[in-house]
């Protein structure tokens, strides 16, 4: 079992539409969590950063952590053609020097 | 502008031909890492360097080496390429990791290992 799930998708969404991406993880130690975005043939950047549990909202996206149910979210609201991308979580534990990433969902949304 | 710098964007070897990618950053960060990304496997580092010296292992060190000899500089070396390092590898550097600072990666360099 992979230490960070992640659907691979494509998710395929209308333009408007609301999107959820979604990870889940065994390591309960896992303390810091981050979701990056990656355009095609770029390095990823950092979207969302949020330590332990509860919600953070910025702009159209909210990231939320439910550290009980080791389950994370980033939405997405009032999806457009440019959030087109993959989406990868990423996670932390406290003092180390390592994230480990999920593999990414890709997102494909339609005009 | 900020940014890590990787070069070749593209490089097509042979096996056992050694090759180094470089990578530059002009921000100052005491972290620097290597990933590769292949498909369904996601991002695993490589190796990182907590700072000039410090070099350490990450998840699939074998058949790489990387030296910090300069704060901006974190160069990875492939002595004997072979075709299972064929991938997309990425460099990445941040502030310091343990703090809430974001990791700024480079553009990647496309390698296939014939």
């Known amino acids: 079992q992979k230490e960070v799930e992640q659907d691979p998708g494509p998710l395929s969404v209308p333009e408007g539409a609301i999107v959820s991406l979604n990870c889940t993880y065994s390591n309960s130690a896992f303390q810091y969590f981050m979701w990056y975005r990656q355009y095609s043939r770029k390095g990823p950047e950092l979207l969302m950063y949020t330590y332990s549990s509860g919600n953070k909202e910025d702009g159209r996206f909210t990231a939320q952590v439910d550290k009980s149910s080791k389950y994370i979210s980033l939405f997405i609201r009032d999806s457009q053609p440019s959030d087109s991308a993959t989406y990868l979580c990423?996670?932390?534990?406290?003092?180390?020097?390592?994230?480990?990433f999920g593999t990414g969902t890709r997102l494909l949304v339609s005009p | 502008e900020a940014q890590v710098t990787q070069n070749p964007r593209y490089l097509i070897t042979v096996t056992g031909k050694k090759l180094t990618v470089t990578c530059s950053q002009n921000m100052n960060h005491e972290y620097m890492s290597w990933y590769r990304q292949d498909p369904g496997l996601g991002l695993r580092q490589i190796y990182y360097?907590?700072?000039?010296?410090?070099?350490d292992k990450g998840d699939v060190p074998e058949g790489y080496k990387v030296s910090r000899k300069e704060k901006r500089n974190f160069p990875l070396i492939l002595e004997s390429p072979s075709p299972n390092q064929t991938s997309l590898y990425f460099c990445a550097s941040s502030l310091k990791l343990t703090t809430n600072e974001k990791l700024f990666f480079g553009s990647g360099t496309q390698l296939s290992v014939l």
């Open positions: 990423a996670m932390r534990e406290e003092g180390f020097q390592k994230l480990v």
């Open positions: 360097s907590m700072n000039v010296e410090v070099t």
